[in-house]
């Protein structure tokens, strides 16, 4: 079974398939693509030792030859550094205009392989292997790459969309636990932003998902791509509704720059901590009833998630701290910061107009809380 998300931007069109078993058939899927039988892709240590093999039998299968370049995983791998062996490793390849890269990985490998595609030979194509959760339902689609800056996260980047996004349900197989998790947090941010129903579907089958149920995986990767197809059609680069995916993310920004963006807090759990805190200063605010955060936070401790500061190992900075670290965000507009607040589940909306007081009480108070 293979679900296929249409993502209609005009002139750069493409499509998600999403299903089992579509490394092995990546040759049949792509080959219609390119102008001659070759294709470099760039991975990660981990993933190429799992899936690798997989995939050059899946293009050898249509007569397609693979070179690939192997970096080392983690975020510092997102760095000039390695866009650099990226970039000269592709021109070593003789990488032309006409041909497509393929990042197979996470969202790291993405947005790495992504950005080296946007600006070699001033912008070749791209395909999207996305082999984690987080970068099935998120990274791979809509066009955003980069890297990180020494002064921050994803400070660098283009965008350029993907030609083709290949969702191989099968891999997420080989996740660990937390890693297939943080990847979760992203899923259950589009039920929280816009969709309840697509929530109350995750509360009744999120258990059965995680636990590696193949028909429950398409389900959600589908609706979570496309929600996000949906948002990027109708807001590319950003000047508006595409902020909504941020639900969270301002308060996680600052969490992560607080944990040094390492293993004691990945990106997804960070998103979870912050759509909580979001719902929670949502309620504060006025703007929504106590049963919002509460089923939030109900549905993610379920889930065996991080939910709350407490939940966060280690020394946190005080709340003035964290607020400043927030004042660092892209999403910072002519120095104000901007929260996505939400009416109730599924009812997310973007907004400059949030006391500062009245956040740093809500920091303050879940700090103590730890
Ligand atoms: N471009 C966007 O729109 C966008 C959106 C959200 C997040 N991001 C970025 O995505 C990154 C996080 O992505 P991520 O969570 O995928 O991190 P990641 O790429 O580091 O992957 C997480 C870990 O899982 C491993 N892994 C990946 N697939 C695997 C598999 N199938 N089996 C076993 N191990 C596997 C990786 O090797 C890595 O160790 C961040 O840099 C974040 O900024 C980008």
Known sequence: MMETVHVGLEGREYDIHIGPGLLAKSGALIGPMLARKQVC???????????LETLRAG??????????????????????????QT???????????????VALGGGVIGDL???AAAILRRGVGFVQIPTSLLAQVDSSVGGKTGINSPLGKNLVGAFHQPRLVLADIDVLGTLTLRDFLAGYGEVVKYGMLGDANFFEWLEAQGPALAAGDEAARIAAVKRSCEMKAEIVMRD?????????????????HALEAATGYGDRLLHGEGVAVGCALAFELSMRLGLCAQEAPSRVREHLRAMGMKVD??????????????????????????????????RGIGEAFVTADV???????????ELERR
């Open 309 to 342: 500061l407490k939940d966060i190992e280690g020394d946190l900075p005080d709340a003035d701290v964290l607020l400043d670290l927030m004042g660092q965000d892209k999403k910072v507009v002519d120095g104000q910061l901007r929260f996505i607040l939400a």
């Open 87 to 101: 970039v000269e490793w592709l021109l070593s390849q003789r990488v032309e205009r006409k041909d497509l890269v």
């Open 236 to 252: 590319e680069t950003e000047q508006g509704d595409r902020a909504l995916l941020n639900l969270g993310h301002t308060f996680c």
């Open 41 to 51: 892709v760039v991975t990660d240590e981990n993933v190429a030792a799992l899936h």
């Open 355 to 365: 006391p500062r007081d009245v956040v740093r009480q809500l920091l303050h108070e």
């Open 113 to 115: 392989t992504g950005f």
């Open 59 to 84: 293009l050898a299968a249509d007569g397609i030859a693979m070179e690939a370049l192997v970096l080392p995983a983690g975020e510092s791998t997102k760095s000039w550094a390695y866009l650099e």
